[in-house]
Each structure stands twice: as structure tokens, then as C-alpha cells.
């Protein structure tokens, strides 16, 4: 009974009770990947590694996706994303490490990672980065 109960509520929190009864089989991607994080969620964890969470789910799943997400990291879950979408990043996201050929090229909060010359640099080709609905977003700049 406390693990159903445990179920039930992990469930609810990634927004997907009435899923419940659903064999596993007939759930979209999106739902699938709410379902996984949900049974880790049983066990109380204190971080999630999330690594292209997004990857293959259309806009609107993926932004319903890491707004539950978002939720749990509101309720103290720690959480480590890998990513190659800067809208992925939360804004309770407080460090950021940006890679280049396996190395480390900057690491320091958002907003010291996170700018257009940083990212041009870590790219080697020119792109911008633009704010809103209160993430970031990276474009190629082609003029």
C-alpha cells in the first residue's frame, strides 16, 4: 500500500495520474519519459540527471515536459541536464559547464555561460542568444 500511495503521488507530481492504467506500450514518448521520471521520483531522490530530455518530443510536449520538471526542481531536486538546447535551461538552473571537443570552455552561472559571445565562441560560428518566456533561446546569426 505505501508504494502505490508512493506511485500515485509521483505520478501526480509529473501531471500524469490518469495515466496509471495505461500499459506502458500505448504511452507517447512525452508520457513514457513522464512515466520513467515518476518511478524515480518513488524513491525520494535528491538529483535527477536528465540528459536530452527533450530529445524527439514535439514543442508543446517538451515544454509541458521541463515545466514539470521545473516543479520538481522548485520542491529542492537537484538537478543535472544535458543538453544541447539552451531553452532546456531552467532558470532555477544555477551552474552551467559548457563543453568543446570533451573540455571544459566555460563554466560559471547562466548568465556568465550564456551569452552570445561564449556560445559564438564555443559554436565557432557566430550565433545569438535572445530572451523570452523567460528562457533563453540560441539562433544562428546569419547576416
Given at each position: 500500500d505505501e508504494m502505490r500511495q508512493a506511485a500515485v503521488l509521483a505520478l501526480s507530481k509529473m501531471h500524469i495520474a490518469a495515466l496509471a492504467d495505461s500499459p506502458i506500450e500505448w504511452l507517447s514518448t512525452g508520457e513514457l519519459r513522464r512515466v520513467l521520471i515518476a518511478r524515480a521520483l518513488i524513491n525520494h531522490?535528491?538529483?535527477l540527471v536528465l540528459d536530452e530530455p527533450t530529445s524527439g518530443l514535439d514543442v508543446v510536449a517538451a515544454h509541458e515536459f521541463m515545466q514539470s520538471i521545473e516543479q520538481?526542481?522548485?520542491h529542492g531536486v537537484t538537478l543535472i541536464l544535458v543538453t544541447h538546447h539552451l531553452e532546456e535551461l531552467l532558470p532555477c538552473i544555477r551552474q552551467v559547464i559548457?563543453?568543446?571537443?570533451?573540455?571544459?570552455?566555460?563554466?560559471?552561472?547562466a548568465e556568465e555561460c550564456?551569452?552570445?559571445?561564449?556560445?559564438?565562441?564555443?559554436?565557432?560560428?557566430?550565433?545569438?542568444?535572445e530572451h523570452y518566456a523567460k528562457?533563453?533561446?540560441l539562433r544562428l546569426d546569419l547576416e
Open positions: 531522490p535528491r538529483a520538481l526542481a522548485s559548457l563543453l568543446k571537443a570533451g573540455r571544459v570552455f566555460a563554466a560559471g552561472t550564456c551569452t552570445s559571445e561564449k556560445l559564438s565562441g564555443q559554436f565557432a560560428q557566430m550565433v545569438v542568444v528562457r533563453r533561446h
